[in-house]
């Protein structure tokens, strides 16, 4: 029954690696959301994608890409990895309301990141 | 974007009601002002939404006076299960990208 699901929970990975986070949400939602929460706790939105344009934060590197295979999964993979990558990377989807309201997100349980 | 800026931490007991103000004086007339919960190791969770005046729901209450430049959430008799991280979030922006201010900190004692 999990929304919201992220693999893996932990990763723990080398400087220069590649590696990707899977995200599959179950609720139809058409917008899914990557975040990124430092040790500060401060949560940044990375990018913001539907079926139709994707919006990304221009503070991320290009390292970073989304990539969706359809419309209940946004995978988020790293190039390169670097020791500031290490983090808490958030995964979240909404449906896209009309109105003017902000969308309700659904957050995912998080990947705990770590760069040695 | 509308920068918001909350306490960074509050302490309670349980029982009582916790009142956590959050500034947003840029807001934009679109905008609208969301809370959201964080508990450790898990990701926010959606408490309140409101434009202006009073929205209540069964977790909280959201104050927002009519100049919309601050609001409070209101959290009626906590309890040790409350203790977490609340972020007050302005915005309805473009792709709907929100920014996270650092949030409050809220330790609710016995």
């Known amino acids: 029954d999990t929304a919201v699901s992220q693999t893996p929970k932990y990763l723990v990975t080398q400087m220069g690696n590649d590696k990707s986070i899977k995200c599959e949400q179950n609720?139809?939602?058409?917008?899914m959301y990557w975040y990124k929460q430092d040790s500060k706790k401060f949560l940044k939105i990375m990018f913001s994608y539907n079926n139709k344009e994707l919006i990304i934060n221009e503070t991320v590197p290009n390292r970073f890409s989304p990539k969706s295979p359809d419309k209940a999964h946004l995978n988020l993979h790293i190039n390169s990895l670097e020791l500031g990558d290490s983090a808490v990377y958030f995964c979240a989807s909404s449906h896209r309301t009309s109105g003017g309201s902000t969308d309700t997100q659904y957050f995912g349980p998080g990947t705990r990141l770590t760069v040695l | 974007l509308a920068k918001t800026t909350q306490p960074i931490s509050m302490d309670s007991y349980e029982g009582q009601e916790v009142n956590i103000t959050c500034s947003h004086n840029?807001?934009?007339?679109?905008?609208?002002i969301t809370w959201y919960q964080q508990f450790p190791s898990q990701g926010p969770r959606f408490i309140i939404q409101?434009?202006?005046t009073k929205v209540t729901n069964e977790v909280a209450s959201l104050f927002i006076p009519a100049d919309r430049k601050s609001s409070t959430l209101s959290l009626p008799r906590v309890s040790l299960s409350d203790t977490a991280v609340y972020y007050c979030?302005?915005?309805?922006?473009?792709?709907?990208?929100?920014?996270f201010g650092g949030g409050t900190r809220l330790m609710v004692k016995p």
């Open positions: 979030l302005v915005g309805g922006n473009a792709g709907n990208m929100l920014t």
């Open positions: 840029n807001i934009a007339t679109n905008d609208y």
């Open positions: 409101g434009y202006k």
């Open positions: 609720l139809g939602h058409d917008t």
